[in-house]
């Protein structure tokens, strides 16, 4: 995973505790090195750019989000969508193995 996804999974991430935070940053490092070669390569060219971007405004987190959030660019809204989505699964499969 890419500093700039582990950045803004950690924003994304809505549980507190730091067990739970890294179980799905794990989950979602592993459903990304899942992905089919091509997906995964430009996954990894949106973040790299996306990357940049950030290192040059300087936001993190909940600004970031938003930002991203309010681009009028679709595949930066994209992006962002994906990464919310595993996120989200990620959640949800942990809180589902944790309830056996």
Not at 54 to 69: D, F, H, I, M, Q
Request: glycine fraction near 8%; charged fraction near 25%; proline fraction near 5%.
């Amino acid at each position: 995973m890419l500093g700039y996804e582990r950045k803004l999974v950690d924003a994304l991430s809505t549980t507190t505790d730091p067990q739970e935070r890294t179980a799905v940053l794990e989950w979602v490092d592993d459903s990304l090195r899942a992905m089919p070669e091509a997906l995964r390569a430009a996954v990894g060219l949106g973040s790299v750019v996306l990357g940049l971007w950030t290192s040059a405004t300087g936001k993190a987190g909940a600004p970031l989000v938003r930002s991203l959030e309010r681009s009028w660019l679709p595949p930066v809204r994209l992006h962002l969508r994906l990464l919310r989505s595993l996120v989200l699964f990620g959640d949800l499969e942990l809180a589902s193995d944790a309830s056996r």
